[in-house]
């Protein structure tokens, strides 16, 4: 088996961050390449340190979806997988042998030479005739004076593409570095401009900043008075959210496949966990705020509130991405970074064959059945606190600063609503949901907003703004 976990950064504020991670999710899935397609994010769940948990083969291939190389990709997400490496990913990837798996670790997605066919799609899509005698191609990155590797990606595509002839000019311009795109009038000659934001989503930057430093009204802007003569602009839309980028990560997973042929004795837990809890829903069980009924070789998941209520009135869903969206989101539309919290919403209910079920739970509980099934069977680790604030780097290591009262302080707020239990914190188990105890669910370590709180705690700013912290 060959599993393809795709890393996304997530949000604890905005639940639209996630998006495009599970849109290539499903593409790849739809594909049948892996026999498994899993996210896992850096703010959300599962989250970094659970997602290899959360995998059933033990050949496992981990792409970073990320337009360029830097903090995230070279030091957060290999220190919270616990590859051992830190710094520049060579360029076909690292390996590592991890619980039993070939865990192999690619470079971000936008920095493989394939996004240069991906910035040529979107610009035909915007002006099909394009050509070499009248047509300039603009490749437009944020840049930052922070990090070099993001100016570096925009610059490499900038001169693939400038060699392939097919435009008659083609330039590298900044959001936030010179060449600023607000000077494009004076560098480009030619009478028709196609720009490019090689962006991983649409957002603020695609939709308003571009636009307005630009002067575009639209997909397609005239300018009838420029330095250079009339122009026309065709703007298109971001690379990061065109469908080829499916096959620049296969591209990146099957590159991976030399980092190491090494293995690893296959590890039970997984597939020894699902069983027991297809075991248990087969003769229907609840876990958390769920409930699980077999019914006709399928099962019906619900509320555990809304056990009893007419099937009329409540909303079903009938895919795993289906229940994945909606436990996204609290009965008020907020977002829901922690799956646990109590506040799942209401008014559903999900019909889901055996096959999808297990996928289905996961969405709805991701890495619980898992972790829940270790501590049924007294091998789950807990990473005590101050070993995880040791961990952080960045602007998180203030965290190590935080006094147990502070910690305290913040578990009273963050955790109190959270069906689990601290084993991090010192908190006992004694029994899971696999023993017929619906919220007894285990904590083997603060998750990413209980740290993002405390930061905001020893800072002095938790509960100014809105709860969490998004770097």
Sequence with gaps: ?????????????????????????????????????????????????????????????????????????????????????????????????????????????????????????????????????????????????????SNRVIYGNADRLRESGLFAEVHALFLDEEPKVGGWPERVRAPRVVVVPFFASEGWHTLETIPEDMG?????????????GPQTVYYARPVGTHPSVADVVLHLAEEARGASERGGDEERGHAQAWAAFLDLARRGTRVGEAVVTPHAGMFELRHALDEGRPTDDLTTVVTPEGLRDLARRDEGGHHRPVHTLRNLPRGWRAV???????????????????????????????????????????????????????????????CSGCLKTRLWAGEKLTRTFFSGVPGAIPCAEACTYFIAEVREEVSGKRGQASPGHDD
């Design 1 to 149: 088996m060959r599993s393809l976990v795709l890393v996304g950064h997530g949000s604890h504020l905005n639940g639209e961050s996630a998006g495009a991670v599970y849109r290539y999710a499903e593409l790849l899935r739809g594909r049948g390449l892996f026999d498994e397609v899993v996210e896992g994010y850096w703010k959300e769940e599962p989250s970094l340190r659970q997602v290899l948990k959360t995998t059933a083969s033990t050949d496992v291939t981990v792409i970073p979806m990320f337009i360029s190389e830097g903090y995230f990709t070279e030091t957060v997400i290999p220190r919270e997988l616990g590859l051992g490496h830190q710094g520049p990913v060579p360029p076909g990837g690292v390996a590592r042998v991890l619980g039993g798996r070939t865990v192999r670790y690619t470079l971000p997605y936008g920095v493989h030479p394939g996004m240069s066919d991906v910035i040529l799609e979107r610009a035909r899509e915007v002006l099909p005739d394009l050509n070499a005698q009248d047509t300039a191609l603009v490749v437009l990155g944020h840049g930052t004076t922070r990090n070099e590797n």
């Design 216 to 228: 575009l009204t639209g997909e397609v802007t005239e300018f009838p008075e420029n330095p250079h």
């Design 352 to 414: 889901l064959s055996e096959a999808d079920l297990p996928r289905g739970v996961h969405y709805l509980y991701p890495a619980v059945v898992e972790e829940g099934y270790a501590q049924h069977c007294h091998t789950l680790r807990a990473t005590p606190w101050p070993t995880t604030a040791r961990r952080q780097t960045g602007i998180y290591t203030k965290v190590t600063r935080a006094t147990p009262e502070q910690v305290e302080d913040v578990a009273k707020d963050v």
